[in-house]
């Protein structure tokens, strides 16, 4: 009799073991899905250098973006400021601004459309006003190296500053324009960044624009990060009584959102 008692204990325990062990979730877990991308993100910076002494020397320079990502769109509205002045004589002064509308077509490709304004006296550009549209590609998509490349074309609406008794020239014209950008997050809290343009006259082709801005950006926190920037603009065909380059150096605290 205690034999067929632990017989049928044995078999009851065998029993339960197999009706866990089938109940019980597979292994390894799934992971769960990564949060959704932002609808509404952007960003701030804000650089500002004195001295005094032998040379008073001020520069003030800030810019704003923010981008809106109902995918597959992105659209985003760019802005900038420089002002720079040295024992009260201004040496700098420029703007721009930027509205843009991407569509993914592909996981790489895209196409947009957009408009900018750049003004740069010291440049000899009183206003530079653009629209284009065209093509991307993602070259390069992660997760540390990242690089698209566009081309497009517009048209342009181009008033530079000349000397007395001239004035102002206004022409308008076509264009295309071609660019790169590239991004290199080196480490989990800084990155490099290198973004090129071009911008080519048809009607008048030794009149072309490159504009280059590189960057080095390291987080403090998960709002606020250090830039260190370089920005040129080099003009094939400037106007008379100016050079064909102009260069700004910045030092700032960047601030996304």
Not at 197 to 204: E, K, P, S
Not at 211 to 230: E, H, P, R, Y
Request: with cysteine; hydrophobic share 40%.
């Amino acid at each position: 009799m205690k034999r067929l008692m632990r017989a049928i204990l044995l078999l009851w325990l065998t029993a339960c073991g197999a009706a866990l062990a089938q109940e019980a979730p597979p292994c390894p877990c799934p992971e769960p899905p990564p949060p959704p991308d932002p609808l509404w993100f952007g960003k701030v910076n804000f650089s500002f250098l004195s001295t005094s002494g032998n040379t008073d020397t001020t520069s003030i320079g800030g810019a704003a973006e923010l981008n809106y990502n109902p995918k597959p769109w992105l659209i985003t509205l760019k802005g900038g400021y420089l002002y720079s002045q040295t024992d009260g004589i201004v040496t700098a002064e420029s703007s721009f601004a930027s509205l843009r509308a991407n569509r993914d077509i592909t996981a790489r490709f895209y196409v947009f459309a957009g408009g900018g304004y750049l003004r740069n006296t010291f440049s000899g550009i009183d206003s530079l006003w653009s629209i284009d549209g065209g093509a991307g590609y993602k070259l390069f998509d992660g997760p540390t190296q990242f690089l698209k490349a566009e081309g497009g074309a517009g048209w342009s609406s181009e008033t530079d500053i000349f000397p007395f008794p001239i004035g102002n020239v206004t022409r308008d014209y076509a264009n295309i324009r071609a660019a790169l950008n590239y991004k290199w997050q080196f480490t989990k809290s800084a990155a490099f960044t290198n973004d090129f343009t071009y911008l080519l006259d048809l009607d008048d082709t030794k009149n072309y624009f490159i504009g280059n801005k590189a960057a080095i950006t390291v987080d403090m926190s998960k709002i606020f990060a250090l830039q260190a920037s370089w920005t040129l603009l080099w003009r094939n065909q400037p106007v008379p009584g100016f050079g064909h380059t102009d260069t700004a150096t910045a030092v700032g605290i960047v601030a996304a959102f």
